[in-house]
């Protein structure tokens, strides 16, 4: 899988967007863009995933480059749960085995 | 609720121990993986099994062990406990291979 690199930490006010950037410049083209996030020491939980198009739904929005290097996630409207750590994950179903390889992920506060 | 569900939530036994967590994916899915996530090594995967059948392996010391059930329940078996395997463990499933994983809330182990 390709490795991600992703901010430690970051704040956003709440109410605001709140963009948390990745890098992946080795993700080969068969890798989705995977992100999760983890409240406190609750389960992670999925946000959203994309290949090479941008992807929306009801909690995010992926924007991801078009040399497929680096994406952005987009929390349009950030409240106080939206604070927790967010993890970018590359990777592809390969052999037809699966499993997702956890960074540091960043650390969002959103402040009041 | 992600449907995944995890029991015990709690367990708490002593070095040398046996114990056995048991993990109930959402209705259709086929895959399940457990995760392990410690203080100092974070979020990582331990096995997948898919349909019953051993798909992939991770970090998974020899004295674990896991399987997947013909009704697709999974269990992870953690035999002559060390102080270094309190963690939280937590069980994913998917409908397939590529699909967003779905965590459980995790069971919390501590050897005492």
């Known amino acids: ?112 | 609720d992600s449907g995944v569900t995890q029991t015990p939530k709690h367990l708490i036994t002593a070095t040398g121990q046996r114990v056995t967590l048991r993990c109930s994916p959402r209705s259709g899915d086929l895959s399940v993986y457990w995760y392990q996530q410690s203080l100092d090594q974070g979020l990582q995967f331990l096995i997948q099994y898919y349909n019953g059948e051993e798909r992939a392996k991770g970090n998974i010391l020899e004295r674990f062990s896991a399987q997947q059930f013909p009704d697709l329940h999974s269990e992870l078996n953690l035999s002559s406990l060390e102080l270094g395997d309190s963690a939280l463990y937590f069980c994913a499933s998917s409908v397939g291979f590529g699909e967003p994983q779905h965590f459980g809330d995790g069971t919390r182990l501590s050897i005492l």
């Open chain 1, 1 to 112: 899988d390709a490795k991600t690199t992703q901010p430690t930490s970051m704040d956003c006010a709440e109410g605001r967007a709140a963009n948390l950037p990745c890098n992946h410049s080795t993700i080969s083209g068969n890798e989705y863009v995977y992100w999760y996030r983890q409240i406190h020491s609750q389960g992670p939980q999925y946000i959203i995933h994309g290949l090479k198009n941008n992807e929306t739904n009801e909690m995010a929005s992926l924007i991801i480059t078009e040399d497929r290097k680096s994406s952005t996630l987009i929390l349009p409207h950030a409240t106080l749960r939206d604070t927790a750590v967010y993890y970018c994950i590359a990777g592809d179903s390969g052999a037809g085995s699966y499993q997702l390889t956890f960074g540091k992920g960043t650390k969002l506060s959103v402040i009041p």
